[in-house]
């Protein structure tokens, strides 16, 4: 069975900087793009940064030149680097990966436990 497990959330003071990770565990066949999305409160869940397997990047307006994605496909896991953290980006962080478990079958969207990350003096 397929699972994501997050780690990495925690408290920082503004300017500073979180690194989450987001491992894949179980059998796949293939693991597509990985990404996060974050969810603050009273606020709609937003993407905040996707990676694809073959390592193309996009990221939110709100947190470019800010966070960084990257990912080992051989250890199926990505890491999001938070630096220059600012108050609105207190959220739950969600990893999600998109998964092909046969080689026959289609993609499947899985989803971590989430994280929060709160900045505050």
């Known amino acids: 069975q397929v699972q994501l497990v997050e780690s990495g959330g925690g408290l920082v003071q503004p300017g500073g900087s979180l690194r989450l990770s987001c491992a894949v565990s179980?059998?796949?066949?293939?693991?597509?793009?990985m990404g996060w999305y974050r969810q603050g409160p009273g606020n709609e869940r937003e993407l905040v940064a996707s990676?694809?397997?073959?390592?193309?990047?996009k990221y939110a307006d709100a947190v470019e030149d800010r966070f960084t994605i990257s990912r080992h496909n051989g250890k199926k896991t990505a890491w999001l680097q938070m630096d220059s953290l600012k108050p609105e980006d207190t959220a739950v962080y969600y990893c999600?990966?998109?998964?092909?478990?046969?080689?026959?079958?289609?993609?499947?969207?899985?989803w971590g436990q989430g994280t929060q990350v709160t900045v505050s003096s």
């Open positions: 179980g059998g796949i066949f293939r693991l597509n793009t």
């Open positions: 999600y990966a998109g998964v092909v478990e046969t080689w026959a079958g289609g993609e499947s969207k899985y």
């Open positions: 990676i694809t397997a073959g390592g193309g990047e």
